[in-house]
């Protein structure tokens, strides 16, 4: 069982950078592979990009690549989201998610067991 929390949401203006970390709590954080989603306003929740458990390969989301980068620090139980050159349709709740093992990266959030709460981002023009 693990435990997500997000931090590090705020305010930005348009090509602004930010840093989104996801801290874990439980045990064997690095059997977990870890994904961001995003929920933007009156929208369905999003797959943004993702980092797998036991080669740290990622993928992301067509909208967000090249832009953002998804990196593991196993150690300190932390994944996080580096968002530079950020635009407004970029305005979400960001979220993490958990999901032991797996040999690739899913997109679908129903796949996904174990979700942070969640913090927002904020691109204004």
């Known amino acids: 069982q693990v435990s997500l929390v997000e931090s590090g949401g705020r305010l930005v203006q348009a090509g602004d950078s930010l840093r989104l970390s996801c801290s874990a709590s439980g045990r064997a954080f690095s059997r977990y592979t870890v994904a961001w989603f995003r929920q933007p306003p009156g929208k369905e929740r999003e797959f943004v990009g993702g980092?797998?458990?036991?080669?740290?390969?990622?993928t992301y989301a067509d909208s967000v690549k090249g832009r953002f980068t998804i990196s593991r620090d196993n150690a300190n139980s932390m994944v996080s989201l580096q968002m530079d050159n950020l635009k407004v349709e970029d305005t979400a709740v960001y979220f993490c998610a958990a999901a032991v093992g797996g040999l690739r990266i899913m997109s679908g959030p129903s796949l996904y067991p174990h979700w942070g709460q969640g913090t927002q981002v904020t691109v204004s023009s």
């Open positions: 980092i797998r458990w036991n080669d740290g390969s990622t």
